[in-house]
């Protein structure tokens, strides 16, 4: 009876002593596995003799590329494609890798990634108190190849790092950087309706490089547009599309991508003086121009473009004779058609597509448009999609500042003719006239913002 009783013991004992399935034990101290990794960092940033081809996103205004070289003794060398300056002048500055809660690379002298975070919106506009929402300690992530991935801690945006090669580098270090950025920007501007070609359909390729956005516009049957945008950052031979976070972060998602249809574009590159946008199975779409914007202007009023406007005493091509006198009614009532005289002025026409909304503005000015004074005459419009053509309906008079008198003629036009929108191109300048409908007559060309 004992012996069967020691036996249930010692089974008992055996089970007890058994790993569960699925529970890792952990070897080693916890304060060593992290200079572990602070040491691997340091050393991976060190070793790489050519340096680093850097990109990162922030939060309030897209991406932006950089060329980092890190030093033994915690000194670097930056440059970046914040400004034409920053993308040719290196910037030294120091950088630690240290311990927070994770293993940190930290930029703890100004630089051009402090600059983006520079509280002054004088320095590099942005937000008061936030500049463009950019971190300057990077969580590290993990390592995939040649890259390093790191998130931000505050904004937990990604910071990616790939190894730089040697001619990479020279060029980086040569004025290659601020040469490529001015040919790609100089492409874009000569060729204002950029587009490629993808299953039978013509996608407009758009690059904002204020807001380091890029864009692919279609229109599909029955007038319906298919938009996507991406932060975009600037490469040696084009831009390529930053990842915004690492949230979804895994091996087949190693880059951000440009929606264009069935497929993802990556980066757009140039080669023997064409660009070509690139998809993620390195399959490439050439970059041609279209003579005509692609998409009919009524559709992207209100949302690409934010309205029209005139500044003072200009006429453009296009306008009609009638279209003058009502521009000039306005123009040349500055100085004799008010209470007052002024001796500047312009005036806009603002589209709120949410609302169905257009305010008329139009602004005078005694100190040569330096301050202004705005008058807003309000009113809802419709919109048939089909014909293009606007109907406006006086939503409220004019109110404030001092030109009611002279957007007399104007706000008549405005509410006795419905109009449509068309695309105006001269040259490289692509401008938007409004033409009358019940009076065609009256034709009158407009900047676009």
Not at 92 to 116: C, G, P
Not at 230 to 244: E, H, S, V
Not at 284 to 296: A, C, F, G, R, T
Not at 422 to 439: L, P, Q, T
Request: glycine share 8%.
């Amino acid at each position: 009876m004992k012996r069967i009783f020691y036996l249930i013991l010692l089974v008992l004992l055996a089970f007890s002593c058994t790993k569960p399935k699925g529970v890792d034990v952990l070897i080693g101290d916890p304060t060593e596995r992290v200079a572990d990794t602070l040491a691997y960092l340091k050393k991976t940033l060190v070793d790489a003799p050519d340096g680093w081809k850097a990109y990162l996103s922030t939060a309030y205004s897209g991406g932006y590329g950089f060329y980092m070289k890190f030093d033994q003794d915690d000194r670097m060398k930056m440059i970046a494609d914040l400004t034409d300056e920053s993308s040719s002048a290196v910037k030294e500055s120091t950088y630690r890798i240290r311990q927070i809660m994770n293993a940190t690379l930290s930029f703890d002298t100004y630089n051009y990634i402090t600059m983006l975070e520079d509280p002054n919106p004088d320095v590099y506009g942005g937000q008061a108190g936030k500049g463009m929402g950019s971190d300057v300690e990077f969580d590290y992530i993990k390592t995939v190849g040649d890259s390093l991935f790191f998130e931000g801690r505050k904004f937990k945006k990604a910071l990616v790092l790939v190894k730089a090669t040697n001619t990479e580098s020279k060029e980086y270090l040569n004025k290659g950087y601020s040469n490529a950025i001015k040919s790609t920007n100089e492409f874009f501007t000569n060729n204002q309706n950029s587009y490629i070609e993808v299953d039978g359909l013509k996608y407009q390729v758009s690059i904002n490089s204020g807001t380091k956005e890029v864009g692919a516009m279609t229109i599909l049957p029955g007038n319906k547009v298919v938009s996507t945008t991406t932060n975009f950052y600037y490469t040696l031979d084009g831009f390529g599309c930053a990842m915004d976070s690492l949230a979804s972060f895994g091996k087949a998602n190693v880059v951000s991508k440009l929606k264009v249809g069935k497929i993802n574009i990556v980066r757009i590159g140039e080669e023997d003086g064409k660009y070509f946008a690139i998809d993620e199975n390195n399959k490439k779409y050439e970059i041609k121009n279209s003579i005509q914007p692609l998409v009919p202007l009524h559709l992207l009023i209100g949302s690409k473009y934010v309205g029209v406007y005139l500044d003072y005493k200009v006429l453009l091509p296009g306008t009609s004779t009638d279209g003058t006198t009502i521009i000039n009614r306005y123009f040349n009532g500055l100085a004799n058609g008010t209470p007052y005289y002024f001796n500047c002025g312009y005036f806009s026409l603002q589209w709120d597509k949410n609302n169905n909304r257009i305010n008329l503005v139009g602004a005078t000015s005694q100190s040569n448009c330096n301050s202004v004074w705005n008058t807003t005459i309000g009113y809802n419009y419709t919109l048939d999609e089909e014909t293009g053509i606007f109907k406006l309906t006086k939503r409220s008079e004019a109110a404030g500042g001092y030109a009611a008198a002279i957007l007399d003629q104007l706000d008549d036009f405005l509410i006795n003719s419905s109009f449509k929108l068309e695309f105006v191109v001269d040259g490289s300048n692509v401008y938007a006239k409004m033409v009358g409908i019940e009076r065609p007559n009256v034709q009158m060309t407009f900047d676009l913002f």
